[in-house]
């Protein structure tokens, strides 16, 4: 089974803060992509990455920075935490290069900017 | 650009009963893939059922299936004999041909009342 874990359920930061969230898969996916999940908005592609060090901008990159120096490990940098960032962060992982591939989720960080 | 409508945010029907979700999408590309992902309360995000836009029959999975209409760019999908474990949130996606990147509608929430 495709397993993909975030570091953190649920994590409370105060404004200003640099926050860290990880993912991690163990399937050999190409591709991860980092989510933002608001209520009556669905998802929003924050983040992209197709392969190590390679990354491309999703829909809502602003206030967020990614990092991924090994292929199975993907991170999302709050440079800067804001409360409108407050919001529930899924990741996703993906084979790369065959098209209308499954994406596996995460269990999702529930994170609080107070 | 794609974009995918849900214009049903939250539904309930009765355990046992039949259910339909709408889906609509705009798109310009004439192959591609729609999928239904389905996030149980407090869990993981999953992959219902897929349909390549090239394929005239409709998908199925067991009690999952979809009415899939090019032309009016529309993909509901069906539960049949609902059960108190359907309760989700909904996503209605798509994905061009050849690409790795999701477009998600904002959701369907669904209830199945004992």
């Known amino acids: 089974d495709v397993k993909v874990t975030q570091s953190s359920r649920y994590l409370v930061k105060r404004t200003g803060e640099k926050v860290f969230l990880e993912c991690v898969q163990d399937?050999?996916?190409?591709?991860m992509f980092w989510y933002r999940q608001d209520p009556g908005l669905g998802l929003r592609l924050i983040y992209f990455s197709y392969d190590v060090k390679m990354k491309e901008k999703g829909d809502i990159p602003e206030g967020y920075s990614v990092s991924r120096e090994k292929k199975e490990r993907f991170s999302l940098i709050l440079e800067s935490a804001s409360t409108n960032q407050t919001s529930m962060y899924l990741c996703?992982?993906?084979?790369?290069?065959?098209?209308?591939?499954?994406?596996?989720f995460g269990p999702g960080t529930r994170l609080t900017v107070t | 650009a794609q974009t995918v409508t849900q214009s049903q945010p939250e539904m309930s029907v009765q355990e046992a009963e039949t259910v339909t979700l709408s889906c609509t999408y705009d798109t310009s590309e004439n192959n591609y893939y729609l999928f239904w992902y389905k996030q149980p309360p407090s869990r993981q995000m999953i992959l219902v059922i897929r349909?390549?836009?090239?394929?005239?029959q409709n998908a199925t999975e067991n009690r999952f299936s979809v009415n899939f209409q090019k032309a009016a760019k529309s993909f509901s999908l069906k539960i049949s004999d609902s059960q108190l474990g359907d309760t989700a949130m909904y996503f209605c996606?798509?994905?061009?041909?050849?690409?790795?990147?999701?477009?998600f509608g904002k959701g369907t929430r669904l209830h199945i009342l004992p």
């Open positions: 399937m050999d996916h190409e591709n």
């Open positions: 996703a992982s993906s084979f790369g290069g065959i098209g209308g591939g499954e994406q596996y």
């Open positions: 349909q390549e836009a090239y394929k005239q």
């Open positions: 996606a798509f994905m061009k041909l050849k690409d790795d990147k999701i477009i």
